[in-house]
Every structure is written in C-alpha cells, then in structure tokens.
C-alpha cells in the first residue's frame, strides 16, 4: 500500500512538471507586444509579413507629412511619460512601430543606441507595453502599415511646432 502510494506521488510530480512545463512553453510562443530587435526573429518575419506598408506610403510618399506623424507618435509617448512620472529623457533608442488600419499602435520594437542614458530594459518594455495601452494619437490607414525609425527624448516637438505657426 505505502509502495503504491509512493508510485501514485511520483506520477503525479511528473505529470504537474511537465504540464507547467508544456504551459510555460506556451507562454513562451505569444508574441508579446514590446520586444527588444533582434530577440525575436519569427515574430519580425511574421510582422514584416502583416505589416507591409511604410509609414510614408500611407502619406502618399509625402515626407514632411510622414515626419510630423512619427513625432507626434513621439511627442504623445513624452505626455504619457510625464502623465505617469517616468523619465524618457535622455533615452536614444532605434524603433519599429506596427500600425493597424485603426491607426493604433499593436507592436514596438527597439534597441537602445549606445549613447542612450542607461536605462533598465524591463522597465522600458513595461512603459511601452503601458504606453500601448494608453495610446491618444491615431494614424488611421486602409492598411497595415510601420515604421523603422530613430527617437530621442526629449524630441522638443511641441516646441517647434510653436515656432513654426508664430
């Protein structure tokens, strides 16, 4: 009787381990809305797949309008960082951001530049995953669409608009 309640015990660690297990690889496989370039190679091929359009495609190739767009992305994520007291100053970072036809945000890709503050990655995937979430600006398309492109922060653009309209 002990035996079998010893063997009964064993099968039932295993079959827990390997159900965490299997559930955690699950996980694993979501693609996760913020990711750092380069850790994900499947996801950036399937999101190149989905998302085949350039952000200045969808303003027929017109550059100042496709410009003035991603800083007003930019400039939205610097008034939600303050909303919330997080600090992107001083942050330099490559980014690739995914449009849906909506116009919101669904994925940020980045890597710090090497001259970018020094800043705890987690914590920057939590602000955009946060930013994501809270997203104002939207750039409606009838398409998928991204763009590849370089921030700094503070960008200053509220700044410059003011200059330029007086």
Same mark, same amino acid.
């Given at each position: 009787?002990?035996?079998? +309640? /010893?063997?009964?015990?064993? +099968?039932? +660690?295993?079959?827990?381990? $390997? /159900?965490?297990?299997?559930?955690?690889?699950?996980?694993?496989?979501?693609?996760?809305?913020?990711?750092?370039?380069?850790?994900?190679?499947?996801?950036? =091929?399937?999101?190149?797949?989905?998302?085949?359009?350039?952000?200045?495609?969808?303003?027929?190739?017109?550059?100042?309008?496709?410009? =003035?767009?991603?800083?007003e992305v930019l400039s939205d994520?610097? =008034?939600?960082? #303050?909303?919330?007291?997080?600090?992107?100053?001083?942050?330099?970072?490559?980014?690739?951001?995914?449009?849906?036809?909506?116009?919101?945000?669904?994925?940020?890709?980045?890597?710090?530049?090497?001259?970018?503050?020094?800043?705890? $990655?987690?914590?920057?995937?939590?602000? +955009? #995953?946060?930013?994501?979430? !809270?997203?104002?600006?939207?750039?409606?398309?009838?398409?998928?669409?991204? !763009?590849?492109?370089?921030?700094?922060?503070? #960008?200053?653009?509220?700044?410059?608009?003011?200059?330029?309209?007086?």
């Open positions: 009787m002990r035996r079998s +309640f /010893s063997v009964f015990a064993v +099968f039932f +660690f295993l079959f827990c381990l $390997i /159900s965490n297990n299997r559930a955690a690889g699950l996980r694993d496989t979501l693609p996760s809305k913020v990711f750092l370039l380069g850790e994900n190679e499947e996801l950036m =091929d399937a999101l190149n797949k989905k998302y085949p359009n350039l952000l200045i495609a969808v303003y027929d190739n017109n550059m100042d309008k496709a410009y =003035d767009r991603w800083m994520m610097e =008034d939600y960082a #303050t909303s919330i007291n997080y600090d992107l100053k001083g942050i330099k970072l490559w980014m690739n951001i995914y449009w849906n036809m909506n116009g919101y945000i669904d994925y940020i890709g980045f890597y710090l530049k090497p001259n970018s503050r020094n800043i705890k $990655i987690n914590e920057l995937k939590a602000f +955009f #995953t946060s930013y994501l979430r !809270h997203q104002k600006i939207k750039l409606s398309a009838s398409k998928y669409y991204y !763009h590849n492109g370089s921030a700094t922060f503070p #960008t200053h653009y509220n700044l410059l608009k003011e200059k330029q309209q007086n």
